[in-house]
C-alpha cells in the first residue's frame, strides 16, 4: 500500500501525474481555491482534478461536502464511489464524537480533537480502511479511532533559541 499526495496548480497536471501514480483506490480529499486563478471556471478545475482517478477502482468521496460531490459526479459510472454516510457529529471541549450508518447499521467513534479539519480527515480516514476491505471490523476501527493523536501542522509556530520564532 501506497499513499500518495498530488496536488495541481495548472492545467495539464493531473494527467501526467496519473501516468505516473496510477492509483487503484482514490481519495478525493479537499478542492478548495488554492491555484484557481490558474484555471478559467472551477468546473474545469474539477475535472482536471478528476483525471487522477480514471484508473481507478473506487474513490473515496467526503459524503457531506457538496463541492466533492459535484466533483465526483464528473467520474465515469465505471468507477465505483465509497462515501460513509455521517449522521451527527457532537463535540465537546476535548473530544468529538462521530456518528454514522454502514451497511445499515449505526455505529460512533470518538477522536481527541475538535477542529473541523481534523474531523473531516478522521471521516476520511475511516473511510478509507472500510473502502479498502480490511480485516479490521467496525467496531475495532471505531476504537482505534480513539487512539489518533493530532499531528503537527504547516505553519505550525514555535519559540527557537535567542528570542527567534520557528515557522515550520
Known sequence: ???????????????????????????????????????????????????????????????????IQACASMLPDSIGRYALNVTNIVKDEQNAIVHFEHEGKSGQYTIRFIDDAAIDNSITCFATVLALNTRIGVEDLCERMGKLEQVAMRLEVKQGRHDNILIN
Open 1 to 67: 500500500l501506497a499513499i500518495i499526495e498530488t496536488g495541481i496548480s495548472q492545467p495539464g497536471e493531473m494527467a501526467k501525474l496519473e501516468k505516473i501514480v496510477r492509483p487503484t483506490l482514490g481519495v478525493m480529499t479537499n478542492l478548495g481555491v488554492a491555484h484557481q486563478e490558474n484555471f478559467m471556471t472551477y468546473d474545469i478545475k474539477c475535472s482536471e482534478k478528476m483525471q487522477l482517478f480514471k484508473g481507478c477502482e473506487t474513490v473515496v468521496i467526503h459524503s457531506k461536502d457538496t463541492t
